[in-house]
């Protein structure tokens, strides 16, 4: 479901990104050698000549900050992942993750365990950076997608379906919260926000929790 999702995005945002992100599952994290190769693997694979999401004439995506808003499910599957990534423990998920429908999307490479792929992938090899995006990301104002569709699906934050040179003052303050100016110049060249996203169904479902394209 969202490889389909992702596909409606660039579909309806004309987003041309490189392949080769795909095969690179970008993770984000707060490591400055690790930022610094990210974002020449960006500069590699993308063009300020590739289009970026959004247009002037593509109407915004209404971003949404009250979670009454969102279905019970929805917000008891949120408030279940946040309240497991505040403990610091990678192993606090493990219910979560058992008590979803399915395994979320969380990388991009083909690995089966999220649980050993944010601890492999952690700067520090605890996951415990890796729960910190969890809290910001979940933390954030979010949208929903594909509204009355099969693929309805509330995503965080929002601006992975923003487009990035669109945002407000107080928008791209938000925007500094979840990832450094550096990755935010990389992210503008690369045609929008492949930071840390998450994404759960109107039935509770998680789908993803994933960085890169």
């Known amino acids: 479901m969202y490889n389909?999702?992702?596909?409606?995005?660039?579909?309806?945002?004309?987003?041309?990104?490189?392949?080769?992100l795909l095969l690179l599952g970008l993770a984000v994290s707060r490591a400055p050698?690790?930022?610094?190769?990210?974002?020449?693997?960006?500069?590699?694979?993308?063009?300020?000549?590739?289009?970026?999401?959004?247009?002037?004439?593509?109407?915004?995506?209404?971003?949404l900050y009250d979670l009454k808003k969102l279905p019970g499910p929805v917000l008891k599957k949120r408030?279940?992942?946040?309240?497991?990534?505040?403990?610091?423990?990678?192993?606090?998920l493990k219910q979560v993750l058992a008590d979803?429908?399915?395994?979320?999307?969380?990388?991009?490479?083909?690995?089966?365990?999220?649980?050993?792929?944010?601890?492999?992938?952690?700067?520090?090899?605890?996951?415990?950076?890796?729960?910190?995006?969890?809290?910001?990301v979940f933390s954030s104002g979010f949208v929903l997608f594909?509204?009355?569709?099969?693929?309805?699906?509330?995503?965080?934050?929002?601006?992975?379906?923003?487009?990035?040179?669109?945002?407000?003052?107080?928008q791209e303050v938000e925007l500094y919260l979840l990832i450094t100016p550096e990755e935010r110049k990389a992210m503008v060249d690369a045609g929008g926000y492949i930071g840390y996203r998450g994404g759960i169904s109107p039935n509770g479902t998680w789908q993803f929790f994933v960085a890169g394209d």
């Not at 596909?7 to 080769?20: E, M, P, Q, T, V």
Request: some cysteine.
């Open 79 to 92: 408030n279940a992942i946040l309240q497991a990534a505040k403990t610091g423990d990678l192993n606090a």
């Open 100 to 136: 979803n429908k399915l395994v979320p999307n969380f990388s991009f490479g083909g690995e089966k365990d999220p649980l050993a792929f944010w601890k492999q992938s952690s700067a520090d090899k605890t996951g415990r950076d890796i729960l910190a995006e969890m809290v910001r």
């Open 146 to 170: 594909g509204a009355g569709t099969p693929n309805e699906v509330y995503i965080w934050p929002y601006h992975f379906a923003h487009p990035l040179d669109k945002l407000t003052p107080a």
């Open 33 to 63: 050698a690790q930022t610094a190769e990210r974002i020449q693997q960006f500069s590699q694979s993308n063009t300020k000549d590739q289009n970026r999401i959004g247009s002037a004439k593509e109407k915004l995506p209404e971003i």
């Open 4 to 20: 389909t999702i992702l596909r409606c995005i660039k579909f309806r945002h004309a987003l041309a990104l490189s392949g080769s």
